[in-house]
Nanobody, 126 residues
Framework: QVQLMESGGGSVQAGGSLRLSCEVS????????LAWFRQAPGKEREGVAA???????TYADFVKGRFSISHDHRANILYLDMNNLKPEDTGMYYC????????????????????WGQGTQVTVSS
């Protein structure tokens, strides 16, 4: 089965950068959507960015120009490069794998992702 494992989280001051990694195992679909979500304390889980098999990317408005999602196909590692971090970026970051379709307009819906990692914490101080 598909397994996901995040790493790379930590504490950083506002304006700093972090690179999150997600190791993907058991990947079986030729078409897919891989995505990063985050959840701040007391808030709902929200989509951050997504990427398809052809490396087409989609970003939430609040991270455009600051974050970059990429996928190392050979190593099957999903990355999220986070730049100019803000305190509101603080939260638990999760990677997720969809059921084998493209990301589409509804890429940020939780129901579209049956596979999730355990999360990695990102804390941004002001």
């Amino acid at each position: 089965q598909v397994q996901l494992m995040e790493s790379g989280g930590g504490s950083v001051q506002a304006g700093g950068s972090l690179r999150l990694s997600c190791e993907v195992s058991g990947y079986r679909h030729s078409m897919y959507c891989l995505a990063w979500f985050r959840q701040a304390p007391g808030k709902e889980r929200e989509g951050v960015a997504a990427i398809e098999e052809d490396d087409t990317t989609t970003y939430a408005d609040f991270v455009k120009g600051r974050f970059s999602i990429s996928h190392d196909h050979r190593a099957n590692i999903l990355y999220l490069d986070m730049n100019n971090l803000k305190p509101e970026d603080t939260g638990m970051y999760y990677c997720a794998h969809d059921k084998g379709l493209w990301c589409g307009a509804s890429w940020a819906l939780l129901q579209g992702y049956p596979y999730w990692g355990q999360g990695t914490q990102v804390t941004v101080s002001s």
